[in-house]
């Protein structure tokens, strides 16, 4: 069963950072494209970052460059976003994804999702 689990999120003050988490597990990471989504609330799932494993070809969202970069552990079987520099505009309900075919923004090719972790950047 192709399984994808969120970790890392929480409360942190502007300027900070956080590590999130996607634990893959009844698939391997290395045929994969993952996704990286956030929503906030009253907001449209919106993608951040993504990345094909097998030659690591990544995309970022245009608000995100520069300080969010993502990155997997084929070890671990799991894939992980470094936020840093964080901002309020930030905080929304993290999800992972997998399923897409090429690495996209789009959340539409992307049909195995996470349950979430909540980022919320405030101080």
């Known amino acids: 069963q192709v399984q994808l689990v969120e970790s890392g999120g929480g409360l942190v003050q502007p300027g900070g950072s956080l590590r999130l988490s996607c634990a893959a597990s009844g698939f391997t990471l290395n045929s994969a494209v993952i996704g990286w989504f956030r929503q906030a609330p009253g907001k449209e799932r919106e993608g951040v970052s993504c990345i094909r494993v097998r030659d690591g070809s990544t995309n970022y969202a245009n608000s995100v460059k520069g300080r969010f970069t993502i990155s997997n552990d084929n070890a671990k079987n799991t894939v992980y976003l470094q936020m840093n520099n964080l901002q309020p505009d930030d905080t929304a309900v993290y999800y992972c994804?997998?399923?897409?075919?090429?690495?996209?923004?789009?959340?539409?090719?992307?049909?195995?999702w996470g349950q979430g972790t909540q980022v919320t950047v405030s101080s």
């Open positions: 994804a997998t399923g897409a075919r090429f690495p996209t923004l789009s959340p539409r090719p992307y049909d195995t």
